[in-house]
């Protein structure tokens, strides 16, 4: 199963896992632990132990990839295996495992079923590790399985630093949350349904210096900061990332596509002098383009500066002329358009934080309509 289908999480599915713990399955401290959460770290700590076994990942995807229902830049990074390779999955750090969730459904357009596991560790008071999509957790926690499209929270079981829990093939996300890390998002409270992703720094400063430039070594992302990000407001400034007014922000008003009033404006996680337009729906899917001319950049955009256009094109990736396949470890890659141009998208601050938009899809058009919809941020 490939990345751009694999990963796409339904929003309210993960916020009732730490939000609505009444509808949980409450074991409550059962992981038979001696140490208590009263004997976490305060204060940042570094890892010494990598989140996976590194010599079996070929590559990873930095934070900040869009593609389907990952329509805002996505808050964890992907640990692609070398083909067909089981991975080891390591804690970083002592902690405790809090929640584990049996997941059946990666969220999409066309939602797909799977069978694996999303497992959260808290290291100190406040950081913590997330992982997503592990295929196979270890005995230890599967005492605590809490069955196919089931989850537990409460959970007290105690997890040593470098202690295997668990194994993938495949891919796996993984981010680090540091609850004293605050991102500069413009109204954080449009998260609330996610409340971690306003506290999602670059993981790998997290690690010791060695394990942190096996990281760099086999990450894709060759700009700083290298593991990626997922935040690229300012404030009265056309970049980042907006939500269709009136409906709840990141949650949005239905829970199978969450995402449908979602609008990125941004730059790519690979290459970031690329800009990307990422629609939560485009027809009747999310879809993510590349603009031509790679112009104006968002970033300079203000209301002073009336309405914009963007024609929407596909893109691909490229070493120098050779193509990406994808597949393999590549640095240094930049994004191209393609020729074919895929509609427009017509874009104008009337507000610092407010944005008139309408997309025409397979037209080009230069006003808007009475169709045209508010967006903030």
């Known amino acids: 199963m490939g990345i751009k289908n694999k990963h796409f999480v339904i929003c309210f599915i ?30 940042s700590i570094i890892f010494q132990y990598p989140p996976f076994d590194l010599d079996n990942i070929k590559y990873i995807e930095p934070l900040g990839f869009m593609s389907g229902g990952h329509v805002t830049p996505v808050d964890h ?18 902690g405790f495992v809090t929640s584990i969730q049996h997941m059946d459904i990666a969220a999409d357009d066309n939602p797909i079923p799977v069978d694996d596991y999303r497992v959260t560790i808290q290291h100190t008071t406040t950081i913590y590790s997330y992982y ?13 399985d809490p069955g196919l499209g089931n989850h537990v929270t409460n959970l007290n079981v105690w997890i040593d630093a470098g202690e295997i ?7 796996v996300d993984y981010n680090v949350v540091d609850e ?28 010791n210096t060695e394990i942190k430039n096996k990281m760099i070594n086999k990450c894709l992302r060759t700009d700083e900061p290298l593991g990626g990000k997922i935040c690229y407001d300012i404030d009265g400034k056309l970049v980042g990332t907006w939500f269709e007014d009136g409906t709840n922000g990141y949650q949005g008003l239905n829970q199978d596509r969450y995402w449908a009033g979602h609008l990125s404006i941004v730059y790519n996680h ?25 112009s104006p950049d968002p970033a300079e955009i203000t209301v002073e500066d009336g309405l914009v256009i963007y024609e929407l094109t596909d893109f691909e990736y490229y070493k120098d002329d050779e193509l990406w396949d994808r597949n393999s470890l ?48």
Do not use: M, R
Not at 19 to 32: E, F
Not at 132 to 144: G, P, Q, R, V
């Open 77 to 94: 990074q992907y640990y692609i295996s070398n083909d067909e390779t089981w991975v080891k999955v390591y804690s970083p750090a002592d």
């Open 270 to 294: 690979i290459d970031p002098d690329a800009i990307i337009i990422s629609i939560g729906t485009f027809i009747d899917t999310s879809e993510q383009f590349a603009v031509t001319g790679n």
């Open 165 to 171: 829990i668990g194994n993938y093939t495949g891919s």
């Open 132 to 144: 997503i999509h592990i295929d196979e957790i270890s005995e230890k926690l599967l005492a605590f």
């Open 180 to 207: 004293e890390v605050v991102l500069d998002f413009i109204n954080p409270s449009s998260y609330d349904c996610e409340p971690w992703k306003i506290h999602t720094p670059d993981p790998f400063d997290y690690f």
């Open 14 to 43: 993960i916020a009732l896992v730490l939000l609505l713990s009444g509808c949980t399955t409450d074991q409550n401290n059962n992981g038979n632990s001696d140490e208590t959460n009263d004997d976490l770290v305060q204060g």
């Open 330 to 377: 590549v640095q240094g890659i930049k994004l191209e358009n393609s020729e074919s141009i895929y509609g427009t998208i017509l874009l104008q601050l009337i507000e610092d934080q407010k944005l008139k938009v309408e997309v025409f899809p397979n037209e080009t058009v230069d006003s808007f309509t009475e169709n045209a919809k508010i967006y903030v941020k």
